[in-house]
């Protein structure tokens, strides 16, 4: 056998062990991990009501302290301590009713480079426990994916070892996502929902083979009956890491700039950006020169933002959605391969809910998928828990002569799941499980499997499995969403 079998094997057994004896109070229940879930709809019914009801509310998340040196900014290296806020972070919320009476859907996004379903529980928790907002069937919570945000997950700390999060601003966090939950309810109106569609050309790159990704940028806008300003929902699918490594100040990323041009040019308007999917990894076109510090980043972001803000706003071939939505989610348990991030929930830098499996020595992340359709399928949203690999969406796969593993991909991918006319994933939704990735190109390193990338038999890098929970997530993921669909649609 040779070392770097071996060495594989140890680290195998070592991990096997340590989960073997973690305690009990390390792993949560279905029940718990599940409890402040709601899970939608049983049966997806196309019954129009009388019409939409829409609210927007927003929460500034950024704590007045920054500049003492007390938070990490998370996404590039570990212990990069902020001194001062570039723009503000903000929860943003928006509440949907087709007036059916089944029920209410939230769509809230944080600027945060990911946030755990362990956390975004206690922030339905809250809401729900407040008592203000009725008849809810779904509240769902994504990330924007900002890397210049402060850490929420944990892992950019001043040590491997030791936690990034502030316990005392998520804590803030949480409160602030709440109330701005609370407050778009507060604010519905009754009106019309449209969606358009723009097909974009040379904004995106793709850092991984396949060349692959989502080009379309997709807006779904409210107007209220009584012609006061209304909502901007735009989803797109690139990485808010365009203000490099080198920046030391906290900020929503491009986003944030996106948001300001469509609320500068339609006045009193509100916007709120998804993130799509992501993995691969899909940025904006000028990555490599950010990741060699080559442009002026942080004048790349405004503009890179500004540009796709003007888009949305010269959107006119709108078609209206019918007054219907349908949701619904169920719980998913990971299989956690990736023993290092299991390592790092042991030492509390990570918090995410895992549990235990039918075998002692390998643990499972709690975790959860969904899918929403608004008017009679002509629009479908993929709540996907994590940074999802474009090819898993859209089936252009790597074939068994390009594969990192020789074989070819074989996924019933999502675009060939739901129906709809026009279809989009949702990124980083109610969880972050980093990198979900086709099993045809996982490709670990040999000897230290989930701590040094891999390299494939073309010489191409694997750096994304270090940051995924491993090999069989994306067919769990495909698989429960498919089921899900599948039973809610028959």
């Known amino acids: 056998m040779n070392t770097d079998k071996i060495t594989r094997k140890a680290i195998q057994f070592i991990s096997n062990s340590v989960i073997s004896l973690m305690p009990k109070s390390y792993f949560t229940t279905d029940e718990a991990a599940n409890k402040s879930m709601l899970t939608g709809d049983k049966k997806f019914s196309y019954n129009p009501g009388k ?3 829409c609210g927007f509310g927003k929460t500034v998340i950024t704590p007045g302290d920054v500049s003492s040196g007390k938070y990490f900014i998370a996404g590039y290296d570990s212990n990069n301590r902020a001194t001062g806020v570039l723009d503000d972070m903000f929860a943003r919320a928006v509440y949907i009713d087709d007036n059916t009476s089944r029920g209410g859907v939230i769509l809230c996004a944080i600027d945060a480079v990911g946030i755990s379903r362990r956390d975004i529980n206690d922030i339905r928790k809250l809401v729900l426990e407040e008592g203000t907002v009725k008849n809810l069937k779904s509240i769902n919570i994504c990330s924007t994916h900002s890397h210049s945000a402060i850490d929420t997950q944990g892992l950019w700390g001043e040590k491997l070892y030791k936690s990034g999060r502030s316990e005392e601003f998520m804590t803030h966090l949480k409160k602030k996502a709440a109330e701005a939950i609370i407050a778009a309810y507060n604010n519905r109106k009754d009106g019309k929902l449209y969606y358009s569609v723009l097909e974009t050309h040379d904004l995106q790159f793709d850092c991984r083979t396949p060349d692959t990704y989502d080009r379309n940028l997709t807006r779904i806008r409210f107007e209220p009956f009584d012609a006061t300003p209304g ?37 009193g308007v509100n916007a ?3 993130n799509g ?16 510090n080559e442009i002026d980043c942080e004048a790349y972001t405004k503009e890179f933002g500004k540009m796709l803000g003007e888009l949305v706003n010269k959107l006119n071939d709108e078609t209206e959605i019918a007054p219907v939505i349908n949701v619904a989610s169920t719980p998913v348990k990971i299989s956690a391969q990736n023993f290092v991030l299991i390592l790092a929930r042991l030492l509390k830098v990570l918090n995410n809910d895992i549990a235990r499996t039918d075998k002692r020595s390998v ?18 949203m993929y709540l996907v828990p994590g940074e999802l690999f474009p090819e898993l969406y859209n089936g252009e796969f790597l074939n068994e002569k390009e594969s990192g593993t020789g074989k070819a991909a074989e996924y019933k ?4 799941m739901g129906g709809a006319k026009h279809h989009f994933v949702i990124g980083l939704c109610n ?25 494939d038999r073309f010489d191409r890098s694997h750096y994304e499995e270090t940051n995924s929970t491993g090999r069989e997530t994306a067919r769990t993921i495909l698989e429960s969403t498919d089921a899900l669909i599948s039973k809610v649609k028959e």
């Open 51 to 53: 019409c939409f009801t």
């Open 413 to 416: 991918v999502l675009s060939r």
């Open 272 to 274: 709120v950006f998804y």
């Open 277 to 292: 999917a992501i993995g691969g990894m899909i940025s904006a076109k000028e990555i490599k020169k950010i990741y060699r």
């Open 231 to 267: 909502i901007y929902m735009v989803n797109f699918a690139s990485h808010a890491e365009l203000l490099g490594d080198l920046t030391k100040s906290i900020s929503a990323d491009f986003p944030c700039y996106l948001i300001r041009e469509i609320e500068r040019a339609n006045e």
């Open 363 to 380: 643990a499972a992340i709690h975790t959860e998928v969904g899918y929403l359709e608004l008017g009679n399928s002509e629009i479908g």
């Open 431 to 455: 969880d972050e499980l980093g990198y979900i990735i086709p099993d045809n190109d996982f490709v670990l390193n040999e000897k230290m499997p989930y701590i040094n990338k891999g390299v």
